[in-house]
């Protein structure tokens, strides 16, 4: 039988907030079954309780952000949701001191190292997984943008993108496929890092984000070339990271796919609008267990 995931133990971390620019404290605590994926608010009376769902994406603006109904905020999300996607986490309390989840390096990798020391545990309950069952898609013809899921017996994520004439963006690294039955997640993906352009700093800061953001939590390009010290991690970083950050956003809903995502200049508010297009068309997918772990999909024991 395939059992949900939890950690076994507490563990916690302090960063910076990428958009707040906020000092913040991450504590990554066990759950019980059929918790979900929830985040405590430790710095707001009470302690309110955000849980994780597509449904609650309420700010989309350069990261995926949790805003429900009393206004209550979880920002930038994504990389922690794209590590816990690496390791099948299903159950996990995470406290924050702050608005928004540290940005780290930049990639999900720190997160990783946290989910180690922790230890992943299996529990009493069975996992369940969501089976694609027909394509569903979603696009936006103005902002020439579009994401697909489709039928898959495991689980395989392919991002082309296309950031203009930019020297830095080659034509060869514009688009990435990662079949997670042939490829591990912690070798291929997790080390890529958020990115942006010096010209978009100005801008940012005006609306109040990337408050936080520096050569050692994100990649930075001028008109011509990368400010970091020691260049990229790889040629192709820049959508590898795409697909970091696209795992992350489908992995709000709570469970991993099975199926096959696509999408052609991606990003975190049409991944929301994917995940709500899914959970309200029933028919194109279906919850499934495994008694048998032969029978689990090979995607599965590779993902990390």
Known sequence: MIYQRTIKKPITAIGVGLHSGC????????????????????????????????????????????VDELGVRVGTIEHLMSAFACYGVDNIVVELSAQETPIMDGSSNSFLYLLDQAEIVEQSAKKKYIKILDTVE??????????????HGGYKVKIITDFGGHPVFKKEYSTFEVDFAKHSYVEEISRARTFGFMYEVELMRKNGLGLGGNLNNAIVLDEESVLNDGGLRFPD?????????????????GHQFIGAFSGYRSGHAINNQLLRKILTNQECWEYVEFDDIDDVPQSFSLVS
Request: charged residues 25%; aromatic residues 8%; hydrophobic residues 45%.
């Open 23 to 66: 000092r913040v404290t991450l504590t990554l605590k066990p759950a019980n079954v059929n918790t979900g994926i929830i985040f405590v608010r430790t710095d707001l009376d009470g302690m309110p309780v955000v849980k994780c769902h597509p449904f609650l994406i309420n700010d989309t603006r350069l990261s995926s952000t949790l």
């Open 138 to 151: 979603v696009k936006d013809e103005k902002a020439n943008k579009w994401v697909r899921f489709e039928p």
């Open 237 to 253: 970083e820049f959508v590898r990271h795409k697909i970091l950050d696209a795992i992350g956003d489908l992995y709000i809903i």
